[in-house]
């Protein structure tokens, strides 16, 4: 869980390799993105500082980087929520992706469109657990408490 800023910085440095992105943003880069703007990288961004402000205490920052991640997630077809997935995330393709927020997955996974992981039914308290290192499939359905390591 990202409780301060060191282990914040930390977290977006392990996505950020996952994804492939470089490290240093020059003037070209820069210009690029705001004509092929990455969307994969703006969500996992956003979706980190909800996490960070939402474990510190940060109230009023945590409503607005929600706010901003919902309106995101509504826009890629992601439904994923804060603290379900250790450093390193890497979201291949944006569209239909749903995480239960009582799923807790590990550093580097790596997700394809169509992945549903979540509990058996609604009011159930028992969702997955993936470990480290876990790579999940186009049109997987991960339901119910099941654990890979």
Avoid at 2 to 21: G, I, K, P, T
Wanted: proline content about 4%; charged content about 20%; some cysteine.
């Amino acid at each position: 869980m990202l409780r301060n800023r060191q282990a914040y910085l930390e977290c977006l440095e392990a996505d950020r390799l996952a994804l492939s992105l470089p490290k240093h943003r020059g003037l070209v880069l820069r210009a690029r993105r705001v004509f092929f703007p990455d969307h994969t990288w703006d969500f996992v961004r956003l979706l980190r500082l909800a996490e960070y402000h939402h474990n510190s205490g940060h109230h009023l920052r945590y409503l607005m980087a929600q706010y901003r991640l919902s309106r995101l997630s509504v826009k890629l077809g992601l439904n994923i929520e804060i603290n379900c997935f250790g450093p390193g995330l890497d979201i291949a393709h944006i569209g239909g992706i749903t995480v239960s927020p009582l799923a807790k997955i590990g550093r580097n996974c790596k997700i394809y469109p169509g992945v549903t992981i979540g509990t058996a039914r609604t009011g159930d308290t028992r969702a997955p657990r993936l470990g480290d290192n876990v790579h999940i499939g186009a049109g997987a359905a991960i339901i119910g408490d099941i654990d890979i390591a």
